[in-house]
Structure formats: structure tokens, C-alpha cells
């Protein structure tokens, strides 16, 4: 498999799963069953329910997190990798132009307060700010986008991580949402070479949630919180147990890991999730989706893994031109941009 | 035998003490909490600097404590059972308490200002708000275990009344159902950690059902029972080991604001300490996050469990005096309730 093909497979996936799963946000898989679904799971793009703040949006439409994902791998290419300016000047770039409105008015409160640090906006002080740890802003948004730092660093798990503090400090000062962040961007590095197996990739993410932790100690604010490395270990268990039952493997996923908006919630039932499917994207994004909470980073980081890992060949050829189009994003330029990059 | 007074103020005792406790050492990580401190925190020690508590002084409850205090006042005052109108009573003179106003959370907050009638900017919810899947329902729901001794079902029904008022959600109160049951259980005659741990969950259970019959929104989160009996897992695996017990808990479970964290954690802990009231509230301290809740949590139920014996006569004495409490009325008050 060329990495051009991987690198494909990975935004498309990345795409899929964000779109597919913004629908679903914030219910429990019972309710995506009885109330979306009909009493079936969901398996493709549908309408916004009626309690979105959003309406009558093309099927297929993405959310912010692969918004941000795409403006960032956009500036990188720009920048020929990541640097920190190319990730703020995408953080900006989502907030300030017009066309991404529907973005913007969405965007995760992390996010929101590091734009404003950026652009030197004063925010009403709490007590909060004064505390010598952050517990507020473990928020998964820092993961939903550093996906990205594994494309441009294929096989360099090292750069990977170092890439994924640079880029997402800037928004996400704590080392939890850091950690989150690193685990996913150093699995996405190790899956982008050929013969990696559905262990290395996990393995990937355990030493990538761990040693970004011990990085991020040394530059971020501190964090108290569940472990993600510890958390992997246990959402791999039951993705294994669970591999042959769909809905048991949601439901022990949700119930135990969780797919909240905290990283230490999404990350590991993402690495859970990818391996009941075996690696399989589409069936990766299935379960993702339809464990709910917060589906559409949960959706993006299934799809961006697994998509990493099958490559293009294994996700139905309908989605690319339906993505590219809805968004009006050169996804497949994107692509290419990327592989001469790291070729 | 412990008498019924005596498990009574056990409960008073185990949750004040917790949460006095766990106040100095709440937010932190565990690493910063032995840090800051210099070991680990297992006495009533002066607030950090960063905590905004204005006036607080060593042995000074927090939110964690006093709504329970104040609900268990309005029910002795009124001479009432549970209801809707002591929930809210207990709720309102809590809220314009200057000390506890300063720890009030979002979810009460919204609830106190509906109740006043002032003017709130209704904004359109989703059907699930899983921001509010919060452990203030736990926090508070040990008190009403000390007026149901062994009345599981009781302790869960009056559980709900009070906490639907300010969390009504499936979860957080499935939550707050796990520690008023386990309080209640912790009354029987010889009774072990393991039977209360027992009514835990099945509290957790029934709770969870119970509030879907009486309308609480639906949520997205962890499953309270299930995390409990992982959490307990975990606790059994590392008795008589504390530090590997705290840490495992709290790197895998969580210690957090979620319910579905901070109350299996608790469970965890007393699992872990093997029901010893003073061991699991220091555990609970020292776990990082939101440990004073936690420790007040755990706190109502091993002090019940063990009795006012289990605590030094000086902590009552500091909590009595530095809170305006006479937590040994109220014990005799709570009995000849019930």
C-alpha cells in the first residue's frame, strides 16, 4: 500500500466518521437504537435531530473537528510540516474567515479560550485560572485534530508526539488532553507503515498516551484525571472480549471508558473500538458512532485510525466525491499534497 | 454493639471529616498533593493558597457537607420526612450562606435561581445535557441513609426526591441512589464492607430504574453500577496496599466531577481499606481531583458503618466548633425521628 493511499484512506475515514457521527451526538447508544435508528443502529449519514442547534444541513456535512483537522493539514502542508504558526494560523483562520461559520459557532470551550489567549482577548478570571492544575479543558478536541501529526510523520513515533504537543498546546494547555492527543498521533504514525499489525498500532498508542504524558509535564499545565494509558489497556479488553457483539462491545465500552468529551473517555474506546472491528473502517466507525456522547470526535479519531490503517481501498467509493463536495474541500489534493510531503 | 446515635454521628463524623479533609487537597494530582504538602495529607491541614475559600479555616466544611447538614436541619426543624418542600428549603438557606455560596455548582446554581423566580435566560437544551451528569446528587444523598437505617429502598426513594430537584438525570442519580443505599445498609447489626458495598450497587440499580419511572432526562455516561463493581475489583486486587489501590482507582475509574466517577471511586476505596473509616477517608483525600467530595462521600458510609468510636473525640470537637455544628443534637434529633 502506497502512503498516498493510507494518507487518503485516513481523511476520508476521518471525514466519514466526524459526519456520520455529528448526528448522533450527546445520546446514549439505547437512544440512537430506539429513537434515530428505528430500533436499528445507524450506518450512514442522517438528518440532525430535532434538538441540534443545527438544522437543515446537507447530509454529510462535518463539525468542527475535522474542520479544524483539515484547515491544520492545509497550513502544514504550507509550512512543509507541523510548526505551532501553522496550527494557530489554522485555529484562526476556522474562527476569523466567514465561510467557516458553521464551525466556529460550534467550537469546544478549550479551543474558544486558547484562540482568545492567541489573539490576546481578555477573559473574566475564576478562581479556576489560579489553580496550579486544569481539570476544566481535558477536552478531546486536542485528539479530534492531532490524528494529522501521525500522517506527517510516518514510522517516527518520536516526531509524532512531538509534533502533536507543538500543535495542540497552543489550544489545549494540559497535559491530559496532550496525552490524548500524542497517543493517537503516534498509533496513526506506526499504522502508516506497511506490516504494522492491529497490536503494534495499539501498542503505538499505549507508549504515545504515556510518554507524551511524561513531555507534556514538562510544558503544559498539570492534570488530574483517569489515566488514557491505563484506560487503552482496559477499552482494548473488552473490544477483544466483545469482538463478535456489536452491541455488547458498545454497551461495555460506554459503560465502563466511556465516549465523553474528555480525551480520557474517547481516546481509549477508540483503540477498543478498532480492534473488535478488527481494523475494519467502516465497522470501526459504526461502533464509534453509535456509542453516542460525543460520537463525532469519537467518529473522527475511528475513522482517521482505521482509515490509516486499511488505507482508501477498504472505505466504499461513494464517500470521497460526497464528502469533497458537501464540504467543498479538495480532500484528494490534500492527499497528494501530504504524500510528496512525507515520500 | 454500636448504638443507632452512634452510627448516626459515625455518618455525620465520616462525611464532615472527608470533606473538611479532602478540601485542602481537592483539583490536585496525587503527585501534587504529596508534593504540596509533604507527604500525605491524613489530618485537617490549612488550605492552600489557590483554594478561594474566603474565611475558611482548618476543619471548615465545604459545599460537600453542609448541603446535607442543611437538608437534615430542615427535615429536624419541620419535622418532616423527605419531601419536595424540605429539599428545597434546605437548598435555598444553603445557597445564601456566604461560605457555601462560594462552592455552589452550575447545575445548582440554575436551580436555586428558578426558585427564587429570578430571571433566568432559558436556552434551548439538548435532550441530553451530559455536562450535568455530576456528583453533586451523590454528595448530598448520604444524609438521607442516616434517616432510613437498613431501609434500602427508603434511603433510594428519599434519595431521589431530594436530588431530582437539582440532577435530574439518569445517571446522576442512579449515583446518588449507590451512596443512600449503601449508608442505610451500613446500620445492620455485624455488618460487613461487603454487604454495604452490595447495597451499593444495587442502589446504583434500583436508582437508575426508578428515575427513568419518575421522568429524569436521559443521558450519555458511564453505568454507575457496573463501575462500582469494577472499581471494588480493583480495590480487593490492591488491600492492604494503599498506594497501588489509589492509583489504580484513580488512573482507570477516575476521581472527577462525573458521578460515574467520583461514587464508583468511593466504593473502590472503602473496598480497598476493607470498610476502616479513617483509612478510606484518607485514601479518598489523597486520590487527587475531587477528592473532598469523594471523601465525603465514602465518609457517610464507613462512618456509619463503624460508628462515632472510629473517629477521635477532637475531630468532633474541631468540626462542632469551626462549623457552628452540634453534630451530636443532631444525631439524637435524627433518632428520635425514626
Not at chain 1, 479560550?113 to 479556576?128: K, L
Not at chain 2, 462552592?103 to 445535557?129: D, F, H, S, W, Y
Not at chain 2, 449508608?183 to 464492607?193: C, E, I, M, R
Not at chain 2, 486520590?287 to 465514602?298: E, I, K, Q, R
Request: proline share 3%; aromatic share 6%.
Amino acid at each position: 500500500m502506497t502512503k498516498y493511499d493510507k494518507i487518503l484512506g485516513a481523511i476520508v475515514g476521518a471525514a466519514i466518521g466526524n459526519a456520520m457521527g455529528a448526528p448522533l451526538e450527546t445520546r446514549p447508544p439505547y437512544l440512537i437504537k430506539e429513537e434515530l435508528g428505528k430500533g436499528e443502529f445507524i450506518n450512514d449519514y442522517i438528518e440532525m435531530p430535532y434538538d441540534s442547534p443545527l438544522q437543515n444541513i446537507p447530509l454529510g456535512t462535518v463539525s468542527y473537528d475535522f474542520a479544524i483537522s483539515y484547515l491544520s493539514m492545509v497550513e502544514f502542508v504550507k509550512a512543509g510540516g507541523v510548526t505551532k504558526q501553522a496550527a494557530i494560523n489554522a485555529l484562526l483562520e476556522l474562527k476569523n474567515n466567514r465561510k467557516y461559520e458553521i464551525y466556529s459557532s460550534r467550537i469546544d470551550t478549550a479551543s474558544a479560550v486558547g484562540i482568545d489567549n492567541i489573539e490576546g482577548v481578555e477573559r473574566e478570571r475564576t478562581p479556576y485560572d489560579d489553580l496550579p492544575v486544569d481539570n476544566r479543558y481535558l477536552t478531546n478536541s486536542a485528539s479530534a485534530k492531532a490524528w494529522s501529526c501521525g500522517l506527517l510523520n510516518p514510522g517516527n513515533m518520536k516526531k509524532a508526539i512531538d509534533d502533536a504537543i507543538l500543535m495542540c498546546k497552543p489550544a489545549h494547555d494540559n497535559v491530559i488532553a496532550l496525552s490524548g492527543a500524542t497517543s493517537i498521533a503516534a498509533a496513526i504514525s506506526v499504522a502508516m507503515t506497511n506490516g504494522a499489525t492491529i497490536s503494534d498500532v495499539v501498542e503505538a498508542g499505549i507508549i504515545g498516551a504515556k510518554q507524551g504524558y511524561k513531555k507534556a509535564m514538562l510544558v503544559a499545565k498539570p492534570a488530574a484525571g483517569a489515566s488514557i494509558e491505563e484506560r487503552i489497556k482496559l477499552a482494548v479488553a473488552i473490544g477483544v472480549k466483545y469482538s463478535n457483539d456489536f452491541e455488547k462491545c458498545i454497551i461495555e465500552m460506554t459503560d465502563l471508558i466511556g465516549t465523553g468529551i474528555n480525551a480520557n473517555e474517547t481516546v481509549p474506546s477508540v483503540f477498543g473500538f478498532f480492534v473488535a472491528a478488527k481494523g475494519d473502517v467502516m465497522k470501526t466507525i459504526y461502533l464509534a458512532i453509535n456509542a453516542g456522547n460525543d460520537s463525532d470526535a469519537t467518529g473522527i479519531l475511528a475513522g482517521a485510525l482505521s482509515g490509516t490503517f486499511k488505507g482508501i481501498n477498504n472505505i466504499p467509493d461513494v464517500h470521497l466525491p460526497l464528502l469533497s463536495s458537501v464540504n467543498d474541500m479538495d480532500i484528494e489534493q490534500l492527499a497528494k499534497e501530504i504524500s510528496i510531503i512525507v515520500e | 454493639m454500636i448504638t443507632l446515635k452512634d452510627k448516626i454521628l459515625g455518618g455525620l463524623l465520616g462525611a464532615s471529616i472527608g470533606d473538611s479533609m479532602g478540601a485542602a487537597t481537592e483539583f490536585m494530582t496525587i503527585e501534587q498533593i504529596k508534593e504540596w504538602f509533604g507527604g500525605r495529607v491524613t489530618t485537617f491541614v490549612d488550605l492552600p493558597d489557590h483554594i478561594w475559600l474566603k474565611d475558611s479555616t482548618k476543619g471548615m466544611v465545604t459545599d460537600d457537607f453542609s448541603i446535607g447538614y442543611y437538608t437534615a436541619k430542615s427535615m429536624i426543624e419541620k419535622n418532616k420526612k423527605m419531601c419536595d418542600e424540605v429539599a428545597l428549603d434546605a437548598l435555598v438557606k444553603w445557597s445564601s450562606h456566604p461560605l457555601y455560596s462560594q462552592c455552589v455548582g452550575p447545575t445548582t446554581k440554575l436551580t436555586i435561581a428558578r426558585l427564587k423566580g429570578e430571571e433566568i435566560q432559558e436556552k434551548k437544551e439538548r435532550l441530553c445535557m451530559n455536562q450535568r451528569v455530576t456528583n453533586g446528587g451523590g454528595m448530598k444523598s448520604g444524609i438521607v441513609g442516616l434517616f432510613n437505617p437498613n431501609d434500602i429502598d427508603g434511603a433510594i426513594e428519599d434519595a431521589l426526591t431530594m436530588c431530582h430537584i437539582t440532577h435530574n438525570n439518569t445517571i446522576a442519580l442512579s449515583a446518588a441512589c449507590a451512596i443512600a443505599a449503601a449508608t442505610a445498609k451500613a446500620f445492620g447489626d455485624n455488618v460487613s464492607y461487603l454487604e454495604v458495598i452490595e447495597a451499593g450497587i444495587y442502589g446504583a440499580e434500583k436508582g437508575f430504574s426508578r428515575a427513568v419511572e419518575i421522568g429524569a432526562k436521559p443521558v450519555a455516561g458511564g453505568n454507575v453500577s457496573k463501575k462500582i463493581a469494577l472499581a471494588v475489583e480493583m480495590g480487593m486486587r490492591y488491600q492492604d496496599d494503599f498506594e497501588g489501590a489509589m492509583k489504580a482507582i484513580a488512573k482507570t475509574i477516575g476521581c472527577g466531577l462525573y458521578a460515574y466517577e467520583a461514587v464508583p471511586a468511593a466504593f473502590g476505596f472503602i473496598a480497598a481499606c476493607k470498610g476502616q473509616a479513617l483509612e478510606t477517608i484518607h485514601m479518598a483525600v489523597n486520590c487527587g481531583d475531587d477528592t473532598d467530595t469523594v471523601a465525603c462521600m465514602a465518609g457517610y458510609i464507613v462512618g456509619a458503618m463503624n460508628g462515632a468510636d472510629a473517629f477521635p473525640k477532637k475531630y468532633l470537637d474541631l468540626i462542632n466548633s469551626a462549623n457552628g455544628y452540634d453534630l451530636e443534637k443532631m444525631s439524637a434529633d435524627i433518632e428520635t425521628m425514626i
